[in-house]
């Protein structure tokens, strides 16, 4: 597969977007040759087992090379199950836990075998829609055990726990970033660390700068989903859309903590009807036009001074300046 050269951005995308507009079913291998085609585009996650059902491991890897992307990561998708919709790790019966264990641990093998490095959790259907309806400490602790057990399949591998407040379960077991840290210390695995979503952490009525300031605090930052919305749910907008400030603070404190991972955009251009190919290179173009400026004021000191006198009328000017009078 393509190896990039180094320290060159790292984009991917959300592929089930670039079903939008092909004939027929459209299988993985068409969606990934599809976002190929969108300039800059050069990285890609899969969902393990969606992207798997029609192609092995061989398969996509030969597709990612002729498509010129690298791998990122891969990501697991328990709700496409319905055996797992009261849940996976927390699920009341431990023959359905235990099915969501192997196939996680069946995904890092595959992960492994394509040389990459990096499972992503999403846990969407771990959680509780009622009062009185959940175990809540049976659910915490056969979480974490669930955790410890996928970490410990493959030291080699990163596993990042992204967090939601909800959807599909009314309450998640892991919300917000107090609690998916307080998870990540308990289970206390080295290769364990979390994914910022952009519109999750709104949704969470958090502040993404701050969010990710306390993850790099605590343990690792292992992937940066970028998107936007307007915090009352996971809307999927366009980067920079609705919150280009603190997008370009996100991107202050990832440039700070040396942040070298690839960029995803998980964004949704087919739920408006969006051409998603088109979505996709302005994602890039925002994104390359916030990391310039970011990469301007990380080391401005007059915006260090105003920080530090947590002088906003000042830190407004300078970055101002800095956001809306930036080269192309």
Known sequence: ???????????????????????????????LRRASTVP????????????????SAEEMMRVLEDCGMALNGLAMRYYTDPGFRLGAFTHPNPTVRRAAVDITKKGLDTLAHMGGNLMTLWMGQDGFDYAFQGDYKAMWDTTIEAIQEVCDHNQAIDIAIEYKPNEPRAYALMPDIGTTLLAVKE??????????DFAHVLYADEMP??????IVRHCKLLGVHLNDGYGKRDDGLMVGSVHPMQTLELFVELERAGYDGAIYFDTFPDHGGLDP?????????MAERLRATAAQLVSDSSLAAAIAQQDATKSLQIVGEALYRSPV
């Open 187 to 196: 289970a206390n695995r080295t290769n364990l660390g979390v994914t910022l």
């Open 1 to 31: 597969m393509t190896i990039l050269r180094p320290n060159a951005p790292r984009y991917a995308a959300r592929l089930n977007a670039f079903k939008t507009g092909l004939p027929g079913k459209p299988s993985a291998e068409d969606m």
């Open 209 to 214: 700068a701050h969010t990710a300031h306390l």
């Open 277 to 285: 190919c088109a979505e996709a290179e302005t994602n890039i173009i």
């Open 40 to 55: 800059g585009l050069n990285a890609a996650d899969l969902n393990y087992p969606d992207h798997f059902d029609h192609h």
